[in-house]
């Protein structure tokens, strides 16, 4: 019989709500015996770029042990928990996390930004003031965040008693999860190749970092990878359109340069030493062992980067995600052992299948990678031909998703006005982008549809960093690679991930209908047992009443 992952993408989201998926089986992680929240610790993990349509191709081939399976069948599976933006990058997503509120109020809509001041691309979370420590070329702090967070809300209610460690592998994911105030919030520099943080939240890094480091370094985990086993359910293991990281197209894949810290970053080995770390911080930072809750988030980032190297479809992800998950089920046993905790599982946003195989999914078959180098060049060319050569560029930057134009050309005249219009009109002609958004004319009607509307005007914070906000077209990404696949549109592949969460005596259940992004916040802010941040007042049974049901023992 035909699986249903076989199914085309678009045919998925407009039908696999109506399907009835059942658990796979798998061993139970030990639960805690606590009646009812708040629990010793409460735990988020975050497989950066998930789609709730990816996970469902892969489900089935999971580790019947890993974390997903076993979290799938001893908790609640929700299969798609929608972003509520278009805007849908890691920065954002982690940030939307945290505070429970999208980019239009939090602030956060990109990964990078130009410094119109340093004439240089940066970190969103750059602040140019607060150095990451071991760097003076390199500044982070969560300033630019507009919102308070679950994290400093657990601070907060807790009289500073609590205790909140984030790791990953990017500041943009540690960052706003960790918040104002952690005992300890770290990730992955790959100038420094070790694990750090700012001035901003640590005047030092603690004593047993460094100690773990030196026993810990990433040269020992990158070892070759071969598969675990055949995917060719998948298709050829060469399929047109993958490849990146520095890798072959095809397994085994190795580093062709010992010293290459990015190309280890795309392995499942990266994983191996962000859990290290975990387990180390966990007992170092005494996670969960008095009544106090505290809170522990870990984002995995190579399930990112190999799937924007080979696709979600490939047998790298494949292969990639069976393995991570079942380092996520061995740590989740390994902390049962230790102490009592929640869990909560989820993505920070979908991805895009391969422009190749596009027409797989029922997607237009003019979907095609989109290059931010060579379209500003294309409006460049285009503003130089209308309104006449200049000394300097009429384009400053075109760092995606946003366009910064030169503003002392644009000066405040009626002729702004003129060139904005024109800007817009370029933009919305080129092949493969889809929809353009001219910040400066607030909330104008971008499309027929009001939802549509909704998810893009969500995504321009109060003080947008650039002038337009562009978006590929469906079926298409914009990368600046010839090869893999990219995400940040408002098309569904990319605004739908999967929820799991488990803690003692839930009734599982699976969940096929979508709820909003905000639910995964407040099912933490259950567990946690304290109160909504103060932007948003409203209580869980209000946000998410079909989740409620089970959330009492």
Not at 136 to 165: C, K, M, N, W, Y
Not at 225 to 246: M, T
């Amino acid at each position: 019989m035909r699986s249903r992952f076989s199914l085309p993408l678009f045919a998925w989201l407009l039908h696999f709500f109506l399907s009835a998926c059942g658990a796979s089986s798998t061993q139970n992680l030990p639960p805690p015996h606590r009646p009812s929240p708040p629990y010793p610790l409460t735990v988020l993990l975050i497989y950066d770029q998930l789609a709730s349509w990816a996970l469902l191709l892969h489900e089935n081939a999971l580790d019947p042990a890993g974390a997903i399976p076993t979290a799938a069948k001893e908790g609640v599976f929700v299969e798609r928990m929608r972003y509520e933006y278009a805007v849908t990058l890691t920065a954002p997503g982690h940030a939307s996390l945290a505070t429970g509120l999208p980019p239009s109020i939090h602030g956060i809509s990109t990964n990078y930004i130009w410094d119109r001041l340093r004439r240089k691309i940066v970190s969103i979370y750059d602040d140019g003031v607060h150095p990451v420590i071991g760097r003076q070329d390199r500044f982070a702090s969560l300033a630019p965040l507009r919102a308070i967070t679950l994290a400093d809300r657990l601070v907060e209610h807790g009289h500073g008693r609590a205790r909140i460690v984030a790791i990953g592998m990017k500041d943009r994911s540690v960052l706003p999860l960790g918040g104002r105030h952690p005992a300890l919030s770290l990730w992955f520099d790959t100038k420094l190749a070790r694990f750090t943080s700012t001035t901003a939240l640590h005047l030092q890094l603690p004593k047993w970092l460094d100690d773990f480091q030196a026993h810990n370094d990433w040269r020992n985990y990158a070892h070759p990878w071969f598969p675990l086993r055949n995917h060719s359910d998948l298709g050829p293991d060469d399929a047109k359109g993958e490849g990146g990281c520095g890798f072959d197209s095809t397994f085994p894949h190795e580093l062709t340069n010992p010293g290459d810290v990015e190309a280890f970053l795309c392995m499942p080995q990266a994983t191996q030493l962000l859990f290290e770390l975990a387990r180390r911080g966990v007992i170092e930072e005494s996670l969960g062992e008095d009544e106090i809750p505290d809170l522990l988030t870990i984002s995995i980032a190579s399930t990112d980067y190999i799937g924007h190297a080979f696709g979600p479809e490939s047998w790298e992800v494949r292969d990639h995600l069976i393995r991570v998950d079942r380092m996520a089920g061995d740590f989740l046993r390994w902390l049962s052992s230790r102490t009592h905790y929640a869990l909560v599982i989820t993505s920070d946003h979908g991805v895009a299948p391969l422009p190749e195989r596009a027409h797989n999914h029922h997607l237009p078959s003019t979907a095609k990678r989109v290059s931010s180098v060579e379209e500003k060049a294309a409006l460049e060319e285009a503003l130089q031909a209308r309104f006449g050569p200049t000394r300097s560029s009429w384009v400053e930057a075109w760092v995606v998703p946003w366009v910064y134009l030169n503003r002392e050309l644009m000066g405040d005249g009626p002729n702004s006005t003129e060139i904005r219009t024109f800007v817009l009109q370029h933009l919305l002609k080129r092949p493969g982008i889809g929809f353009a958004i001219d910040v400066h004319s607030p909330h104008s009607p971008l499309s027929d549809s009001e939802d549509l509307n909704n998810l893009l005007w969500a995504s321009v914070p109060p003080d947008p960093p650039g002038d337009f906000l562009v978006f590929p077209s469906i079926g298409s990404i914009a990368d600046d690679g010839p090869e893999g696949t990219s995400h940040g549109s408002p098309h569904p592949y990319d605004l739908e991930v999967p929820l799991l969460f488990f803690a003692p005596r839930l009734k599982p259940t699976r969940l096929h209908s979508p709820v909003p992004f905000r639910c995964a916040t407040a099912i933490l802010a259950h567990f946690l047992a304290i109160p909504w941040p103060r932007e948003n007042q409203q209580p869980l049974p209000s946000l998410c009443p079909e989740l409620v049901p089970y959330l009492s023992p």
